[in-house]
């Protein structure tokens, strides 16, 4: 038995959410006028919508600041 079909369909529920989440925030920042928030918030949201559209993401992440840094030689 494979949870293959129920990860895809979280998946594909939290790059819904998400995209909602960001076309709220973005109303009430853009209705407030506060434009360094919207800015803010899109960025965050961005970051984290590599990691939802992508979660292996992250390992090439931490993998490019290992070698950066040199941590875990």
Excluded: H, N, T
């Excluded at 998946?11 to 989440?21: A, P, T, W």
């Excluded at 928030?37 to 590599?50: E, K, R, T, W, Y």
Aim: charged share 20%; aromatic share 16%; hydrophobic share 60%.
């Amino acid at each position: 038995m494979s949870f293959e079909g129920v990860y895809e369909w979280f998946l594909e529920q939290g790059k819904y959410v998400l995209f909602s989440v960001a076309i709220v925030v973005a109303l009430v920042c853009a209705f407030k006028r506060a434009w360094i928030a919207l800015l803010g918030s899109v960025v965050a949201l961005a970051f984290l919508g590599i990691f939802v559209a992508d979660p292996e993401a992250i390992l090439s992440l931490s993998d490019f600041f290992k070698e950066k840094l040199s941590i875990g030689d």
